[in-house]
């Protein structure tokens, strides 16, 4: 009696993977995932992986049989795409989409636009211009032609050695690699792609980059109010005195300023944190502000209209309110002049060496004044505030007499008045 013959048909169950192996053409499923991904031979010979967009483990192999035949047919990318795209809106009425990286990655920007601020957006922006022209590099017409499925972990980390190799620092390098890692993960969960080609790109160490902002001496920030127009000595003055943000202050509303509690006090939402802040003003810029009023300064809802105007032309950006700060130190002797010697990539979002002192550095000096005082910490971290949302809140519970009080130490720790 014979035995019966076996069929030839290759199967290997893989556990890490969860994948089923045929001659060729195969499907896979990660974990956490409904979806079956199509696997299967590209034109070019190597491996491809598109997600199915069904959870039928026969239909998905349809589609991996299908993808694959094209390939021996030799059929081009587009054809072969079209194809898998038939035949899955033949199974569940829906065609598989395998957008270009381009297409996708400005769909992810306009549906991220509303939900984060008007710089991150802008970061977005520049982020994606630069992988673009490095895709180009290889591949002119990459950014549309170029489909999703196809980036690869190699695109993405030599994007991240391009920019280290053109003088970029670690922190400039790492903001742009969250954003692409954010994007394709978001892809990824979205079901678009097999796995996310920057998952396992490593961010750069940022130990001791750069160096350490100082602290504004009495004697600099005096220095610093006469090297400054008037506007300018304004916003020094709310810088030192509350410690918040160039963007905040530069977008200061007269109609968020209002006496209250024994002060005046500025309540706003900050930029970068979303976080709702209340701080009581110095003596010092109350009286700056009155002058700065009773001079017929330009009516306007800005405190400091020419600063918000500048801001306005660059999309929200303070790059330019930094340069014109930066002249001022300079002017008062704190700074060597740039002298376009800084960018160290090629235009607005070039990386830049690390400035010891910035606009940024009040934050630094308001918090060191205040604890000179004596002031405890959640004090100085109320004025300040914190980069974490979930800190920031922590210090809500400070009674308003608290940071009154603090605001007075401050005030009479500067004894200066705008020039």
């Not at 039928?56 to 192999?61: F, L, R, T």
């Amino acid at each position: 009696m014979h035995a019966k013959p076996v069929k030839r048909v290759f199967l290997l169950e893989c556990c890490q993977s969860r994948c089923q192996f045929y001659p060729m053409a195969s499907v896979r499923r990660k974990r956490g995932s409904q979806y079956w991904f199509a696997c299967y031979t590209g034109p070019d010979g190597s491996r491809r992986q598109v997600s199915t967009k069904t959870a039928d483990k026969k239909a998905a192999m349809k589609i991996a049989w299908a993808a694959e035949e094209a390939t021996r047919r030799k059929a081009t990318a587009e054809q072969a795409r079209k194809i898998l795209s038939d035949l899955v809106e033949d199974i569940h009425g829906t065609p598989v989409t395998d957008e270009a990286v381009g297409v996708y990655l400005q769909r992810w920007r306009t549906r991220r636009s509303s939900e984060v601020s008007t710089g991150s957006d802008t970061r977005f922006k520049d982020v994606f211009e630069a992988f673009r022209k490095h895709l180009a590099k290889g591949n002119e017409k990459a950014w549309e032609t170029m489909a999703l499925s196809d980036l690869s972990t190699a695109h993405v980390a030599g994007f991240r050695d391009a920019m280290a190799a053109s003088g970029y620092s670690p922190v400039t390098i790492n903001l742009s690699l969250k954003v692409l890692k954010q994007a394709l993960k978001d892809a990824w969960l979205d079901g678009l792609i097999a796995e996310s080609p920057a998952a396992k790109i490593k961010l750069l160490r940022e130990d001791n980059v750069g160096t350490t902002k100082k602290v504004f001496t009495m004697e600099q920030y005096q220095d610093l109010l006469k090297a400054a127009d008037e506007e300018w000595r304004g916003m020094i003055m709310a810088g030192v005195f509350t410690g918040q943000r160039l963007a905040d202050i530069a977008s200061m509303r007269m109609e968020d300023v209002k006496p209250a509690l024994g002060g005046v006090w500025w309540r706003f939402k900050s930029r970068k944190t979303g976080a709702q802040m209340a701080i009581p003003l110095a003596k010092p810029f109350v009286d700056w502000m009155q002058k700065w009023l009773s001079r017929g300064a330009e009516e306007s809802e800005w405190m400091f209209p020419a600063a918000r105007a500048t801001m306005d032309r660059t999309s929200g950006r303070v790059s330019t309110l930094s340069n014109q700060f930066h002249r001022i130190m300079a002017t008062a002797g704190l700074v060597e002049p740039r002298n376009g010697k800084l960018n160290l990539g090629k235009g607005r979002s070039g990386g830049r060496a690390t400035a010891e002192y910035s606009f940024h550095s009040f934050r630094h000096t308001c918090t060191t004044w205040l604890k000179a005082q004596g002031q405890p910490e959640s004090v100085a971290m109320a004025f300040v505030g914190h980069e974490s949302k979930a800190v920031n809140r922590s210090y809500t519970h400070l009674p308003e007499s608290a940071l009154l009080q603090a605001t007075r130490a401050l005030a009479r720790f500067s004894v200066v008045r705008a020039a």
